[in-house]
């Protein structure tokens, strides 16, 4: 199979493990980015030959100009770099890998393209998940999602009627803090938050992990990316991450897809689809686990994953803005500038905080992702 593809987010987990699977299947690259990694980007440039690469942060560009003179390869930065290789034609798939409502406009920029998504950037429909659906449908650009709940879905819904679905059942492992109540959250540590019992990712979502906002986003982007109605997607944990999720049919049947918990097999499929060839990774053993485990989340403690489910419900600017605040809130305890238990706290006070208003714009997105910033800045 030959196939162009770009890469933004290259250096990150999901980047890196995209480059594996381009890789074994002899894909040309077309594109790579990176927020700040520079030194990796250089050397998946040199390794790869990309025509274009772009580092998102400005202070390192002029350094990686200088390193790849020697190469053909152009550098760009900043977001006009990101749109600059979103909307290149010379692309059959854009990865979009990046982290946080940055990927927005790539998105955008690439459906208006006519460039076919795989989407691992998450807060790309959270945060806009009206307008990129609108214009994917009208444009008639399909999007493929990376994320492992959403490709099991993606992959249960092959082949059944779509208006025969009940619901999709969204599975959750639970994160590192799966049973606790708040008054043992309270003295958590970043390492703690940090050390996710399934999934090796990067540092935002794997506190996303810890928070359940990562499933809180997923619920939001299952609505999107399936076009449902909130009250058919239901949260189960399920501990050991073996069923990436399922989907119930009128008649009751439910079916699950099930693998090792390895980001390269969704990852794979949203490059291949409908193809499927062997995956560089285990193959999954059911003997090996002997017992999956099922139960409720935890609705009160993790007030982040509520948070998020009544944003989607009430609509307008509301996912968004506990997306940006979110976003903010990660970055300050990271920085360790506040407590593990503040974030929920911040996520679910932009729900008091901010009146409704309506997304109709890329502008809209833009104006509530601001004003949830400084209101989450202007808290601490
Ligand atoms: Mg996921």
Known sequence: MSKTISILGSTGSIGTQAIEVAKKHNFKISALSANSNADILENQAR???PEYVCIYNEKYYKELKDNLA?????VLSGMDGLCTIASSKNCDTLVNSVVGMVGLLPTLTAIDAGTEIALANKETLVAGGKLVTESAEKKGVRILPIDSEHSAIFQCLQGNKREQLNKIILTASGGPFFNKKTDELENVTVAD????????MGSKITIDSATLMNKGLEFIEAKWLFDLEPDMIEIIVHRQSVIHSAVEYKDFSVIAQLGVPDMKIPIQYALLYPD????PTKQLSLTDYGTLTFEKPDYETFKCLSAAIKAIKTGGAYPCLVNSA????VKLFLEGKI???KIGEIVSSVLDKFPYTEITSYDDVVKADQNARAYVMNMI
């Open 47 to 49: 390794e790869l030959k």
């Open 70 to 74: 020697d190469t053909s390869v152009k």
């Open 193 to 200: 938050a940090l050390n996710h019992p399934n999934w090796s």
């Open 276 to 279: 499927r060839f062997e995956c």
């Open 326 to 329: 979110n976003e903010e809130a």
């Open 339 to 341: 407590s593990f238990l």
